[in-house]
């Protein structure tokens, strides 16, 4: 008896503007319930917010460059890669401060494992949250 790996993938480029990283949101969650992740299960609501924090139009934008986002699920993993062409600031935790530096923050507390792998030019910060009976409700 062998065992299929199936594996979903949904990847897109977006502008590198507010529009663009609003209809990225969009599209996962829409994804991700296709996907039978419901729109108010934790799991749909995790990974659109870690897509929301990913924000590529904030922390990467490069005029003229488009963002690309990737989503995946496989072996009760999904992932989310976002990738930008700004290579000179990789994103690293700090101490919030006002309104801002809390997104890597969330991201360490929603996903089970996190990353940064820069690319030429650019960099892609991705997320894993790891699917279990728990995560299903």
Do not use: C
């Amino acid at each position: 008896m062998t065992s299929e790996i199936s594996t979903r993938e949904f990847a897109m480029r977006f502008t590198s503007t507010p529009r663009g990283a609003r209809l990225a949101l969009r599209l996962v969650s829409l994804r991700l319930d296709e996907w039978g992740h419901a729109y108010d299960g934790p799991v749909n609501e995790a990974v659109t917010l870690i897509a929301a924090v990913a924000n590529a139009v904030r922390h990467g934008h490069v005029p003229g460059r488009d963002f690309r986002l990737r989503l995946t699920e496989s072996s009760g993993t999904l992932r989310l890669e976002v990738s930008d062409t700004r290579t000179e600031r990789l994103p690293e935790r700090r101490v919030p401060t006002g309104e801002s530096g809390r997104g890597l923050v969330l991201v360490g507390a929603l996903a089970d494992k996190w990353g940064v792998t820069p690319l030429q030019p650019g960099k892609s910060i991705w997320a894993e949250v790891w699917l279990s009976p728990a995560t299903q409700g």
